[in-house]
């Protein structure tokens, strides 16, 4: 089955312990991308890749980092997690960055306290 | 940059209802797509529909369908025969191409029976 997935489903821990969020596709997406939600807010783009070993800032980066080692991986790293980082986050991955929709994942409910 | 509105936080209908959710956006692209997006309270992000800017046409699926007036700026979705399936938050989002998938805050629509 063709999915995007996200793990771990939830996730509590506090502030200051590096916590990494795996990504993972099946479809052979170039492109892929992670988001946060937050009330009143929509989903904001944290980080998203082009294609393995490129990169680049969304709009909200500021205390996560990404990597794209491998095509189907995505994983997101919070290298010192703080309160203000309690959100759900998505994975998303398309097949091309022009005018695909975007297949997301289940996301991931993290609380940081 | 693109920025998505939708005006509305929550709207509740009965069923069977035809409910319309609002959109407005802003881009200076003059190539881009439209999506609205389902996230029931599983919290999954589900494609409702999409629309190619350059497509006059209104796109439609089964019960779902769009006004899209270019020129307004609008993409606004319509939904007949209300089902209570269809309780969810929706968000609006535009994607110029080759360029990032924008959302709006959502609208928490609650379909009653």
């Known amino acids: 089955e063709a999915q995007v997935t996200q793990n771990p489903r939830y996730l509590i821990t506090v502030t200051g312990k590096k916590l990494t969020v795996t990504c993972s596709q099946n479809m052979n997406h170039e492109y892929m991308s992670w988001y946060r939600q937050d009330p009143g807010l929509g989903l904001r783009q944290i980080y998203y890749s082009m294609n393995v070993e490129v990169t680049d800032k969304g709009d909200v980066p500021e205390g996560y980092k990404v990597s794209r080692k491998e095509k189907r991986n995505f994983p997101l790293i919070l290298e010192s997690p703080s309160p203000n980082q309690t959100s759900l986050y998505f994975c998303?991955?398309?097949?091309?960055?022009?005018?695909?929709?975007?297949?997301f994942g289940n996301g991931t409910r993290l609380t940081v306290t | 940059a693109q920025t998505v509105t939708q005006s509305q936080p929550e709207m509740s209908v009965q069923e069977a209802e035809t409910v319309t959710l609002s959109c407005t956006y802003d881009?200076?692209?003059?190539?881009?797509?439209l999506f609205w997006y389902k996230q029931p309270p599983s919290r999954q992000m589900i494609l409702v529909i999409r629309q190619e800017a350059y497509k006059q046409q209104n796109a439609t699926e089964n019960r779902f369908s769009v006004n899209f007036q270019k020129a307004a700026k609008s993409f606004s979705l319509k939904i007949s025969d209300s089902q209570l399936g269809d309780t969810a938050m929706y968000f609006c989002?535009?994607?110029?191409?080759?360029?990032?998938?924008?959302f709006g805050q959502g609208t928490r629509l609650t379909i009653n029976p």
């Open positions: 998303a991955s398309s097949p091309d960055s022009i005018n695909s929709p975007l297949h």
């Open positions: 989002a535009v994607r110029p191409v080759a360029q990032k998938l924008v």
């Open positions: 881009t200076s692209e003059n190539n881009y797509y």
